[in-house]
């Protein structure tokens, strides 16, 4: 079992994600995005950071990397993938999950810890939960504003398909806790199927006890399933 965390242009938080997943005892490595996806591929990281700079839009230019087209493929199969902040923009403008993170509402670059609400527990990202739990992750992102059309936002709550919500400590969606503006304080949500997800705050960034927090450990297990 062997998880490709795809290091693009710009890429930043590869080595984190690596070194988070092998701590779980997950296999995981590297894997340049031009060298397109080993055969031995079980999972999928879309990982952190600034690709191409965030020019034109946040995760617009890496989304159109050859290497996109296997990942939906590979998605299509059932293999997991997740996408952590700048994967999560990767993953919305690829087409892999719905919406689009724009500039927060701040217009600011935001690093802090927050809170977030487990809103499907039923997913290989959250079966360690139960629906309302909260945890403590970090963000770190300028444009981490989920916008989405008032249709979709429909069917993604029809269909279940949000994952986390920004919440207070004790689990209240307040706009306070609301970091970036995100409609309906969305913080991750699903693909077409549960097997994919896009987060913009770091599970991999709370997984080492000695880095502040171990909340985000039972996210990433998700590549254990
Ligand atoms: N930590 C990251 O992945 C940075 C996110 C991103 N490129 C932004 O600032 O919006």
């Not at 996408?83 to 600011?108: M, W």
Request: net charge negative; hydrophobic share 35%.
């Amino acid at each position: 079992m062997t998880v490709a965390v795809i290091q693009f242009g710009g890429s930043n938080c590869d080595r984190d994600a690596v070194r988070a997943l092998n701590y779980l005892g997950i296999d995981a490595e590297r894997v340049w995005h031009e060298d397109g996806l080993p055969e031995d591929t079980t999972g999928i990281m879309l990982p952190g950071g600034f690709s191409y700079g965030d020019y034109l839009r946040a995760g617009a230019m890496a989304a159109r990397s050859p290497i996109m087209a296997e990942v939906r493929e590979a998605a299509d199969d059932g293999v997991p993938v997740l996408g952590v902040c700048n994967g999560a923009q990767v993953g919305s403008e690829s087409g892999l999950t719905a919406g689009a993170f724009t500039t927060n509402k701040s217009a600011r670059f935001q690093c802090e810890h927050v809170h977030l609400r487990v809103e499907n527990a039923d997913t290989p990202w959250t079966e360690e939960f139960d629906e309302g739990d909260v945890i403590e992750v970090p963000i770190a992102h300028g444009e981490g504003r989920f916008e989405i059309t008032d249709e979709r936002y429909d069917e993604l709550e029809a269909n279940d398909q949000i994952l986390f919500r920004y919440c207070d400590a004790d689990g209240n969606l307040t706009d306070e806790a609301n970091p970036n503006g995100s409609t309906g304080n969305v913080a991750g949500i699903l693909g077409d199927d549960d097997s994919v997800a896009v987060l913009m705050p770091h599970p991999e960034r709370a997984t080492l006890p000695d880095v502040g927090g171990t909340d985000g450990a039972d996210v990433l297990t998700g590549f254990r399933v």
